[in-house]
């Protein structure tokens, strides 16, 4: 017996496995062979193309597309609207499903309402992809961006918050009073 609420207008095809505790709502479709881990939340008007990979606690807001090849990790946010794409060059005429990039949207990164991420660019780890941002190169960890095409203008912190960081690399987290050390343009949380 499944141990997941799926709304009655949504369509499950076969060969899926869906974690536990997980809410399917209104008019969604999980295609054949993904992997939806505990405790995701798939909003109205959702697709989700074969052999999609979500972690867990994935927070997926309403008419949102992902499409093969995109593998999410856990605490992932999509915001409403947001879409993901699959082919560099697609044509309608010529088919390149043997073509699919991967796209890899680490642990806890956040993606805002209507924004494009172009297929083959990770998103790093706790990463804030401002809405309506359209990514085009791979995004390191903690990095906020936004426009079209997608610039950094700083870091956030694992709860969203901007970091400010010091002579010495060093940012605290106002929320929680973690500390984040920037070292060659890259960081990473060290308490």
């Not at 995701?40 to 997926?60: A, D, F, R, T």
């Not at 309608?92 to 990164?109: C, D, L």
């Not at 790093?124 to 936004?146: D, M, N, W």
């Not at 929320?175 to 343009?185: C, F, M, P, R, V």
Request: aromatic residues 8%; proline residues 3%; charged residues 15%.
């Amino acid at each position: 017996m499944a141990n997941y609420f799926a709304h009655e207008t949504v369509i499950i095809d076969e060969g899926c496995n869906i974690g536990n505790d997980v809410k399917i709502w209104h008019f969604s479709h999980v295609m054949s062979n993904c992997i939806i881990g505990d405790k995701c939340n798939i909003g109205q008007n959702v697709v989700i193309s074969p052999e999609v990979i979500l972690g867990k606690n994935v927070k997926i807001q309403n008419n949102v597309s992902i499409y093969t090849g995109v593998i999410c990790e856990d605490d992932v946010f999509l915001g409403p609207s947001m879409v993901f794409t699959n082919v560099i060059n697609p044509r309608s005429a010529v088919n390149r499903k043997n073509e699919y990039a991967k796209t890899i949207v680490k642990k806890g990164a956040s993606i805002g309402a209507n924004a494009t991420i172009v297929c083959g660019h990770d998103i790093g780890e706790f990463a804030f992809i401002g809405a309506g941002a359209v990514v085009t190169k791979t995004i390191p960890a903690y990095a906020l961006v936004v426009g079209n095409p997608a610039k950094q203008i700083g870091w956030v912190s694992e709860y969203g918050h901007r970091l400010n960081f010091d002579e010495n690399g060093i940012a605290i987290c106002p929320e929680t009073g973690q500390e984040y050390l920037n070292s060659n343009n890259q960081v990473k949380r060290i308490k």
